[in-house]
């Protein structure tokens, strides 16, 4: 059949193998056994396996970790209460011991980790969005393993995620992973709760998030320490397919949970729309209104149509009043627009070192900036 052709084309063990970056979230019900006291060391240890296995085929990772507030209620001996100000105080002191318990899965790997905290607030302001991004990727580039969680601390209700699946979704976007994977207590989208109905129907494989596909994910229940269930789930792979990533929504219960998607364990699918790079180009393009612009001289038009990056040594002149992160007209001499760009200056920085060759942008900011105004990865040709 078509559809089972389908599904063995976009299996979880095809999109991880082809996968260049890949965003793990692992939910709380996995990291901490049932009482909620302790971390299942054993199996993040495996876990950790897994990810060194994929880093060494040159994958870059990114986990996003649940789990703060679970430590923290056994830790300090909080019962269950569902009181915002008890569960911020709970994540405060579980968060040091879920980085601890981290740190102690990968050392064996000789890979370090590093801990990012984020609000709903980091991941929706452009200018913080970029900070967090720029963070990712120098981590990345060290070979370190980003462990986020939200920061649960001092995200109030009104601004929170409140569940790790939405915010692995923003995670995932961030640094352009290919594959999304969410790690829980159940192995994928039934079309009824499967614990309840016995007529419930596994579903391997979603092109296209329907009416009928939200449904199915309404009738699931989260269960145990976690929070969230097949909703969240769903609305996370809807973020991640819009900006090109898919979505395994799979079981993580038994020891090294991504070796076995790789050797074939039962997991639903949700398709990609295009590659994160093709939705970030087109972001930039057709969603972002520009504000400012930049001219820039004959050599640097050539430059940026042989596909490089935008140096200060070729803008010749700067307009608007914008901030790092906004989006950027560029002209040619002419007069033309000929591309777009995300700026990694605000406009008087741009003004300040405009002209000038990428040596020199230290002596004029006083700082040490990036060398290009706008990177090739932030641009696009009209
Ligand atoms: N951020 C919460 C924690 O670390 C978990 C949220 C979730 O379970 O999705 O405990």
């Given amino acids: ?55 060494q085929q040159g994958k870059k990772l990114l986990v996003v970790s649940s789990g703060a507030v679970a430590l923290g209620r056994g830790y300090l001996g909080l019962g269950a209460s569902s009181k915002l100000n008890l569960k911020q105080a709970a994540a ?23 801990q990012l905290l ?22 990345l580039a060290q070979s370190v393993l980003p462990v986020i969680n939200e920061n649960d601390s001092v995200a109030t209700d009104e601004l929170r995620y409140g569940d790790n699946d939405r915010l692995s979704a923003r995670a995932a976007q961030m640094i352009r992973s290919d594959v999304l994977i969410l790690l829980s207590d159940v192995d994928g989208l039934y079309t009824a709760d499967p614990a309840r109905d016995p007529a419930a129907r596994h579903i391997a494989f979603v092109p296209e998030i329907s009416e009928e596909i939200e449904g ?5 229940k989260p269960g145990g320490v976690g929070t969230g269930g097949m909703r969240t789930k769903i609305a996370a792979a809807r973020v991640a397919q819009s900006f090109g990533c898919a979505t395994i929504i799979a079981a993580g ?15 639903s699918v949700v398709a990609a729309k295009g590659s994160p790079a093709s939705a970030y180009k087109q972001w930039i393009a057709g969603s972002l209104a520009p504000a400012g612009g930049l001219w820039v001289d004959e050599g640097a038009a050539r430059a940026l ?19 790092r992160g906004a989006c950027l007209s560029i002209f040619a001499p002419g007069g033309t627009e000929i591309a777009r760009g995300i700026a990694a200056y605000t406009a008087a920085e741009t003004e300040a070192i ?21 990177h090739r990865d932030d641009m696009v040709m009209l």
Avoid: H
């Fill in 354 to 374: 405009r002209g000038c060759g990428s040596d020199r942008i230290a002596e004029r900011l006083g700082y040490v900036g990036p060398d290009e105004i706008i």
């Fill in 118 to 139: 984020l609000t709903l607030e980091d991941t929706e302001r452009r200018r913080r969005w970029l900070n967090a991004r720029a963070t990712s990727e120098v981590l």
């Fill in 253 to 267: 219960q038994g020891l090294n949970p991504v070796r076995r998607l790789l050797e074939g364990a039962r997991a």
């Fill in 1 to 55: 059949m078509a559809e089972d052709l389908q599904a063995r084309g976009t299996s979880p063990a095809a999109l991880i193998a082809a996968a260049g970056r890949i965003t793990i979230k692992v939910g709380s019900s996995l990291i901490i056994d049932r009482d909620g006291n302790a971390v299942r060391r054993e199996w993040l240890q495996s876990l950790g396996a897994d990810i060194s296995s994929l880093v």
């Fill in 92 to 114: 405060a002191a579980g968060q040091p011991k879920l980085m601890q318990a981290w740190e102690a899965a990968l050392a064996p790997f000789g890979i370090p980790i590093a």
């Fill in 216 to 220: 199915y994910a309404g009738s699931a």
């Fill in 305 to 323: 149509a042989s596909g490089r990056s935008l140096l200060p040594a070729g803008v010749t002149a700067v307009n608007g009043a914008f901030e």
